[in-house]
């Protein structure tokens, strides 16, 4: 129901940790934008992929992006690409490959919007060589009741376009965006090291760390916790390694997943899986990694969501600095040893930015824990110590990521919580864009 109109719309966050009745609308004119009473809560909502409800909850009206999804200008020779911000990921990169280009920096669902990875502010399969999506927008165009439409860039409305990124759609809404385009590699080649341990992933993630793609799969379990693959992919010629480049429309992973009548997800389940992954991919080698393949590698993961059932799962990831991930994934061992909880997947990433605001960067190794029935009491034990072993080793949360996470542990991992808040207040008067994040979070 396109335009004007309010529907009353059930939605879930991906994680199926939250569920809300709303109102949604999806306008389809500029003009409808800002046609909501004055004084309406609202939030942005882009492909609605997010695994925490950032676009919608806290009684707010979600205002739909999808009908602004056009290209807009293409400047093939400087590789410059203007789109409206409800197009795609994956939409955005197949016309930027057909064209020579590509945007180093993407997230692993193709459905995510342009309007989405800005406001998160994204990372992609190597932020330590990459940065995060704020790295390749050159200038953004926002809307907001009062404020009106204004052009932000880093040497226009610099103070709006900081605060635009992880700023989970508080500042406005992003109408259009431009993008700086990188060249893609050749070809691709995925060198396989397997790993005994966080420690040894730690350093074959730092020796890699200028490789278009690199990041590790790790198994959760008590007495194999941490063993696992890093994957390093690598810019080839070799004319065996150049595949098709382009990933099929088709092979999109959807936007919400049908889970499966049981969890697939138990102890003999995750074991099965682990093993499975092991056999297949932790040998060491290498061979030819399709660019599509490497951009999206979720696309083929639909039975992987289905198998976490009703109880959903929730991810949780933290950013550890270097001098003290050692310690950190120690104590998580030791904690996962001693408590069991069921761990399906552990994957680990290489960042080298710094934060700014809310953002989820700075120097360290990520972990992202993906965890079935969160709701369960030891699961939702292991949730809190994990977040107590992080903040004491200085870990910093992805706010976009984990549903569990409460105010007062984001206040506590967050150097600079209250500036960022009041950052993000200056650009949303009287809280009018609000979410179910903006409020477990205290954003
Ligand atoms: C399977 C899977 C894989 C993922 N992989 C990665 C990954 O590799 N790296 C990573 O960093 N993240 C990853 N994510 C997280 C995902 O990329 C982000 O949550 C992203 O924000 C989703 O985009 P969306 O368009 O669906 O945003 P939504 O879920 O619709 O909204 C997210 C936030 O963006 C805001 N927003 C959306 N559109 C606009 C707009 N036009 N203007 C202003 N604000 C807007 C919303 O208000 C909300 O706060 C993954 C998520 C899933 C489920």
């Not at 400047?75 to 203007?82: I, V």
């Not at 060249?183 to 992933?201: G, I, K, Q, S, T």
Request: aromatic letters at 8%; one cysteine or more; a positive charge.
């Amino acid at each position: 129901m396109r335009g004007y109109a309010i529907a009353d719309v059930d939605l879930a966050s991906f994680d199926r940790q939250f569920r809300a009745r709303c109102r949604v609308q999806w306008p389809d004119r500029y003009r409808l934008l800002d046609a909501l009473p004055a004084d309406a809560p609202r939030i942005a909502r882009g492909g609605g992929v997010s695994y925490v409800a950032a676009s919608f909850g806290g009684d707010a009206i979600s205002q739909g992006l999808g009908a602004f999804d056009r290209l807009l200008a293409f400047d093939a020779d400087a590789g410059r690409l203007t789109v409206e911000a409800g197009a795609r990921i994956g939409d955005v990169q197949r016309f930027a490959l057909a064209h020579g280009w590509y945007l180093p920096i993407a997230p692993g669902h193709p459905r995510a919007s342009i309007g989405g990875c800005i406001a998160a502010d994204v990372h992609g399969k190597n932020p330590a060589r990459d940065g995060t999506f704020r790295a390749q927008v050159e200038a953004i165009e926002l809307t907001a009741p009062m404020r009106g439409t204004v052009v932000a860039s880093a040497s226009r409305n610099t103070e709006l376009f900081n605060a635009t990124f992880a700023g989970f759609g508080l500042t406005g809404i992003v109408t259009r965006a431009t993008l700086r385009l990188a060249r893609p590699p050749a070809a691709l080649v995925l060198r396989r090291v397997p790993v005994r341990d966080f420690a040894e992933a730690a350093r074959v993630l730092r020796e890699a760390a200028n490789a278009p793609v690199l990041y590790g799969w790790h198994d959760g379990r008590p007495g194999h916790f941490g063993r696992g693959v890093v994957r390093i992919g690598l810019a080839s010629d070799a004319p065996e390694t150049k595949r098709a480049m382009l990933p099929r429309a088709g092979r999109d992973l959807p936007a919400s997943i049908t889970p499966l009548p049981f969890a697939l997800w138990n102890r003999a389940g995750i074991a099965v899986a682990n093993t499975w992954l092991g056999l297949r991919w932790c040998r060491p080698g290498q061979s030819p990694l399709a660019l599509a393949d490497a951009l999206f590698p979720l696309n083929d993961a639909r039975t992987y969501f289905a198998g976490y059932g009703n109880n959903g799962m929730v991810e949780a990831q933290w950013l550890v600095p270097h001098a003290r991930f050692e310690a950190f994934a120690g104590g998580l061992a030791d904690t996962v040893a001693r408590d069991r909880p069921l761990i399906a997947l552990i994957a680990s990433k290489l960042f080298a930015g710094a934060p700014d605001g809310f953002s989820f960067d700075g120097a360290g190794i990520a972990l992202a824990i993906q965890i079935p029935a969160p709701a369960e009491s030891r699961q939702r034990a292991f949730l809190g110590a994990l977040a107590e072993l992080a903040i004491v080793h200085g870990g910093r949360p992805n706010l976009i990521k984990e549903s569990t996470l409460d105010a007062a542990a984001a206040r506590r991992a967050i150097a600079g919580f209250d500036a960022a808040r009041a950052r993000l207040a200056a650009h949303n008067p009287g809280g009018l864009h609000t979410s179910e994040l903006a409020r477990r979070i205290a954003l």
